[in-house]
């Protein structure tokens, strides 16, 4: 199996959805909102998408300042094709593009804390949200 990576251009909105749906990502309320969903790739700073064919398989999703730090906030791998370095590799590119001048930072869900440890990210406790109204 081929995968390609490509940072140069945001997939439709559909595709996007669809692997949402397919990768125990996202919460449900939130697959529905197609806006909210174009904007958040739309102002994105980095994305970074993996392809085997025509399919997308992963995404990573980004907001950065190219010198301090990066914040990955979506990184998402369908079911089908996990387990084959594909979230690592989207990390490892995200970091590539953010620069070595930035941290990278994340928030993980709770089903996802192993990946990271497991692909060498450190996991810090001194973080805070405020979180959004709607």
Request: proline share 2%; glycine share 4%; net charge neutral.
């Amino acid at each position: 199996m081929k995968i390609i990576y490509k940072t140069d251009s945001i997939p439709d909105i559909k595709e996007i959805i669809d692997l949402y749906n397919c990768s125990d990502y996202f919460p449900i309320a939130d697959r529905e909102d197609t806006d909210r969903i174009k904007k958040m790739h739309d102002n994105a700073d980095i994305v970074v998408t993996a392809w085997a064919k025509d399919k997308l398989v992963g995404l990573a999703r980004s907001i950065s300042d190219f010198c301090y730090c990066c914040y990955l906030s979506d990184l998402c791998v369908r079911n089908e094709y996990k387990q084959k370095g594909i979230g690592k590799e989207l990390v490892k590119i995200t970091k590539e593009l953010a620069g070595n001048e930035c941290k990278l930072i994340l928030h993980s869900s709770p089903n996802a804390m192993n990946f990271y440890s497991n692909i060498g990210m450190e996991q810090i406790d001194s973080a805070f949200i405020i979180k959004r109204e709607k």
